[in-house]
C-alpha cells in the first residue's frame, strides 16, 4: 500500500511539474502575450506618428524648392550630434543591433543595444528623421523597438538569463516586423532566416503567439488592409517569364551593390568616406543631407521618406514619378545610410525595386506592368537583404497576391545568388558583425587596462 502511494505521489508530482502547468513557464507565456500587445501597440503608434512626421515635412516642402535646403542638412547634422554617445545604438536600422544582441549573450552589450531607452530614442530619433525628410523607413526601428520592448521586459521580470533573453529578443524583433508592416507569415520568416539562422523546436510556439498577437493588435486597430493594396496581377507561363530572369538579375546586382556601399571597410571607396565620417561627423551628416535635397530636385515627386506613396503609384499604373525615379532614389538611400542617421531601409528598399521594374517592364510590352514591377520590388529587397524568403513572402503579403508565388520566388532566389557576388555577406550580419567587433575591441582594451593598473609598479 504505501509503495502505491509513494508511485502516485510521484506522478502527481511529475503532472504538476509539466511544462505546460509550469508556474515558471506561465509567467513567461503572459509576459510574452503582454510584450507582444505593447509592440503592437507602439507598432501602429509608430506608423501613424511617421506619417505624420512625413505630411509635416512635405507641408514645409511645399512652400517652395529652397526650404529642404534649410530643414533637411540641418536635421541630418542635429540626429548625427544626437546619436554621438549613450545614444549611438540608435543609428541606422536597428536590425543589426537586434542580430548582433542575439549572438552575444553579454548583459552589458545587450542593454547597450537594447535597453528601453535605446527602444524609446530610436522610434523618437526615426520620426525626427523622416520629420526632416531623410529617405529611411520605419520597419527595421519598429523591429529594434520590438526587440528592445520584449528585452527589456523579460529583464524587469526575472527572465535575465542568456538564453530566455535571447528569446525575448527574437520575439519581439518577429512581432515588430510583423505588426510594421500587417504580415504575420512575414514576421516568423524573418525570424527564421534573418535573425536566427535557425529554428529552435521549443521557440516555434512562443514565436507563433508573440507573432499573432501583435498582429491581431495591429489589426484591430487599423483593419486587415494589403501594404500596397490588392494587387491583381499575374504572370502567365510563357516570353513573360523573362521578366523573372531580367528583375532577377537587375535586382540582385543593384542591391548587392547598395548593400556593399553602405557596409563598413577600411579601404578604397567606402574607407575614404569612412575617415571623412570618423573626422567632421556632424559636417558630414549635413553633406550627405543636402545630397540628398540635391537629387531630389532631379526627380519629379522628390526622394524624400520611405517612398510608400511612389511605389504603391507605380504598382497601380498611375505613377508620374519619371523614368529616372529607381535610380535616383537609391543614391538618395544610399546617402541617408551613410549620414549614419536613425531609419530603416526596408521601404526605400521597395520603392527602388518599384522604379528598377517600371524600367524593365517598358523593355518588356507584353507582359502585365503591375506584375513586372511586384517582381523588381521583391528582388531588389532580396537583392539588398540576400534573404529570400522574407522578401517574397513580404512581397505577397503586401500586395495580398498569390497568383505571383512562383515567379517571385523564383526572381528573389536569382536576386540573392546575383548579390552574392557583389557583396559576400548579408547586409545585416556585416553590420551586426561590425557592431561586435567594435564591442569586443573595447573589451580587450579595457582587459589590458586592468592589466597594467593591475601590475606592480616598475
Not at 409 to 432: G, H, Q
Request: charged share 10%.
Amino acid at each position: 500500500m504505501s509503495k502505491f502511494r509513494t508511485t502516485a505521489r510521484a506522478r502527481v508530482l511529475a503532472f504538476a511539474s509539466h511544462e505546460f502547468l509550469s508556474i515558471t513557464q506561465w509567467r513567461r507565456r503572459l509576459l510574452f502575450w503582454t510584450g507582444a500587445i505593447v509592440v503592437g501597440l507602439s507598432a501602429v503608434f509608430f506608423a501613424k506618428a511617421a506619417d505624420y512626421a512625413f505630411a509635416s515635412f512635405r507641408q514645409v516642402a511645399a512652400y517652395g524648392w529652397w526650404a529642404p535646403l534649410l530643414i533637411t542638412p540641418s536635421m541630418f547634422a542635429l540626429l548625427c550630434w544626437l546619436t554621438q554617445g549613450a545614444m549611438r545604438a540608435t543609428r541606422g536600422s536597428g536590425i543589426p543591433q537586434a542580430i548582433a544582441a542575439l549572438k552575444v549573450e553579454d548583459e552589458v552589450f545587450r542593454t547597450r543595444l537594447l535597453a528601453l531607452r535605446v527602444a524609446i530614442g530610436k522610434m523618437a530619433l526615426t520620426l525626427a528623421a523622416l520629420l526632416g525628410g531623410a529617405s529611411v523607413g520605419r520597419e527595421g526601428p519598429t523591429v529594434h523597438v520590438g526587440a528592445g520592448l520584449l528585452y527589456s521586459m523579460g529583464r524587469r521580470f526575472g527572465f535575465d538569463d542568456p538564453t530566455a533573453a535571447g528569446r525575448f529578443i527574437l520575439a519581439g524583433s518577429a512581432a515588430g516586423l510583423a505588426a510594421a508592416f500587417n504580415t504575420p507569415l512575414a514576421g516568423v520568416v524573418f525570424a527564421i532566416e534573418e535573425m536566427s539562422g535557425t529554428f529552435e523546436h521549443r521557440m516555434s510556439g512562443t514565436l507563433l503567439t508573440a507573432v499573432i498577437v501583435a498582429g491581431v493588435v495591429s489589426l484591430g486597430i487599423v483593419g486587415n488592409y494589403a501594404y500596397f493594396g490588392e494587387i491583381t496581377a499575374a504572370l502567365p507561363l510563357g516570353r513573360a517569364w523573362l521578366a523573372v530572369l531580367l528583375t532577377g538579375l537587375a535586382g540582385g546586382l543593384a542591391g548587392g551593390l547598395f548593400a556593399r556601399l553602405i557596409v563598413p571597410a577600411t579601404t578604397g571607396f567606402r574607407g575614404l568616406m569612412g575617415r571623412l565620417r570618423a573626422r567632421q561627423p556632424v559636417v558630414f551628416a549635413a553633406a550627405c543631407g543636402l545630397a540628398l535635397v540635391l537629387l531630389s530636385l532631379l526627380s519629379a515627386n522628390g526622394l524624400y521618406g520611405t517612398g510608400y506613396a511612389q511605389a504603391q503609384d507605380i504598382l497601380q499604373g498611375h505613377s508620374h514619378t519619371g523614368p529616372f525615379f529607381g535610380a535616383l532614389k537609391f543614391l538618395g538611400n544610399v546617402a541617408s545610410a551613410w549620414a549614419g542617421i536613425p531609419g530603416g531601409i526596408f521601404s526605400p528598399a521597395l520603392a527602388v525595386g518599384a522604379g528598377l521594374g517600371e524600367n524593365i517592364a517598358r523593355l518588356l510590352p507584353g507582359a502585365d506592368a503591375s506584375a513586372v514591377v511586384l517582381l523588381g520590388m521583391a528582388a531588389y529587397l532580396s537583392g539588398v537583404t540576400q534573404a529570400p524568403l522574407t522578401a517574397a513572402v513580404i512581397s505577397l503579403e503586401l500586395t495580398a497576391n498569390h497568383q505571383m508565388a512562383l515567379p517571385i520566388m523564383a526572381a528573389c532566389l536569382l536576386a540573392r545568388a546575383t548579390s552574392a557576388l557583389v557583396c559576400r555577406v548579408p547586409v545585416y550580419k556585416a553590420l551586426a558583425d561590425s557592431l561586435i567587433e567594435g564591442f569586443e575591441v573595447e573589451r580587450r582594451k579595457a582587459g589590458r587596462g586592468l592589466e597594467i593598473a593591475g601590475s606592480p609598479p616598475g
